[in-house]
């Protein structure tokens, strides 16, 4: 069984950054994704970036160029780099893994960890 826990959240001024970390426990395979989602207040859930075990990478449109997702396999690890942090980044953020074929699809995950928050203030 896979646990997720994340941490690194907190309030931050628009243009900073934050950087997220989700320590998982248990086994992770090689073909599973692990990623980032986030929700917002009266919002879907939506997925971020994620990583897969062969190192491909996928990301949002609205963070690309923002935002670095990267995995210490040693550690078994996963970290969200949020830089030019925006307002509209506030969320509840979630780690997830899971074998998927549509990779920023929150519904296609079953492993979740609680989230932590991010605010972003302008």
């Known amino acids: 069984q896979v646990q997720l826990v994340e941490s690194g959240g907190g309030s931050v001024q628009a243009g900073g950054s934050l950087r997220l970390s989700c320590a998982a426990s248990g086994y992770i395979y090689s073909n599973y994704y692990m990623g980032w989602f986030r929700q917002a207040p009266g919002k879907a859930r939506e997925g971020v970036a994620v990583?897969?075990?062969?190192?491909?990478?996928s990301y949002a449109a609205s963070v690309k160029g923002r935002f670095t997702i990267s995995k210490d396999n040693a550690k078994n690890t996963l970290y969200l780099q949020m830089n030019s942090l925006k307002p509209e980044d506030t969320a509840m953020y979630y780690c997830?893994?899971?074998?998927?074929?549509?990779?920023?699809?929150?519904?296609?995950?079953?492993?979740w960890g609680q989230g932590t928050q991010v605010t972003v203030s302008s």
């Open positions: 990583i897969h075990g062969s190192g491909r990478i």
């Open positions: 997830a893994t899971d074998r998927v074929t549509r990779e920023l699809l929150p519904d296609e995950y079953k492993y």
